[in-house]
């Protein structure tokens, strides 16, 4: 039987970048694996659905209004889980990230080694981040290293994977963004992550979300009340997928 991956993208007027990465994502890396794509969209003002769809997305859900990526990954998570995935992956509609990646990012969960993936810069290799990102990637990761007690080297990757049972026990309580809190939540419940070396390059087409003041005074406050909640801890299903993922 095959195993069922859904690669979404959360998207907000990404018209310029998001057909790119849909046709980059590869989709018959393993004759038992079956790759569909979905799309988040979250309230875009522009062509990002009609062009998600001429460049072959499977799925469209959309958010009549802008509610923020935050909200828009917890939609992509729940979404895969009514879909049918059995690995959900996701990837920034911008076109840093390689999605030619996504068999090295998902290998170590289909071999069984790792619950949740995160797909790390700072391993591999980054081209163009300009130095105050690159200060506050540093930064939030070193408190999430700190906070989790175990060393993480990209904590505000936007390409990761999560199994099913990762999926099913994702929470991600605020709508701004979702790096960090997410970490947070499935480390501390038990979720065995790993980092995978990817290559990035800095966007050559739209404009980030992220002002750093407003991140700073959203993201610290939501660490801050994350790391407060009492979580409880899950029996990690630890059992290989029994595939090999050397591509055909």
């Keep these: 039987m095959k195993q069922k ?30 790759v569909k794509v979905l799309v988040v969209d979250d309230g875009s003002t522009d062509r990002t659905v009609e062009v998600a769809k001429a460049a072959g997305a499977d799925y469209i859900y959309q958010n009549e209004q802008n509610k923020g990526l935050g909200a828009a990954v917890r939609t992509g998570l729940q979404q895969c889980l009514q879909l049918g995935a059995d690995i959900g992956v996701m990837i920034d509609a911008d076109n840093e990230y390689p999605a030619e990646q996504i068999p090295d990012l998902v290998a170590p969960i289909l ?36 906070l989790l007690k175990t060393w993480i080297y990209d904590g505000q990757s936007g390409m990761r994977a999560f199994s099913k049972q990762a999926m099913e026990h994702a ?9 960090q ?32 003041q407003a991140y700073l005074s959203r993201v610290i406050p939501a660490i801050w009340k994350e790391m407060r909640r009492p979580v409880q801890k899950v029996v990690v299903n630890e059992q290989a997928h029994k595939l090999k993922t050397a591509r055909s």
């Design 111 to 146: 071999n069984g080694e790792a619950d949740y993936t995160m797909g790390s810069r700072f391993l591999g290799t980054i081209k163009g981040m300009k130095w105050h990102r690159r200060l506050g990637n540093y930064f939030f990761t070193l408190l999430q290293s700190i």
């Design 5 to 34: 991956i859904i690669v979404f993208l959360p998207a907000h007027n990404e018209e310029e970048a998001i057909g790119t990465v849909i046709q980059k994502i590869p989709r018959h890396f393993h004759p038992n694996v079956e």
């Design 171 to 179: 929470e991600i309580i605020h709508d701004y963004n979702y790096a």
């Design 181 to 212: 809190v997410l970490t947070l939540n499935l480390v501390r419940k038990g979720f065995r992550l790993k980092e995978v070396p990817i290559s990035y390059q800095v966007r050559t087409t739209g404009q980030s979300f992220i002002k750093f």
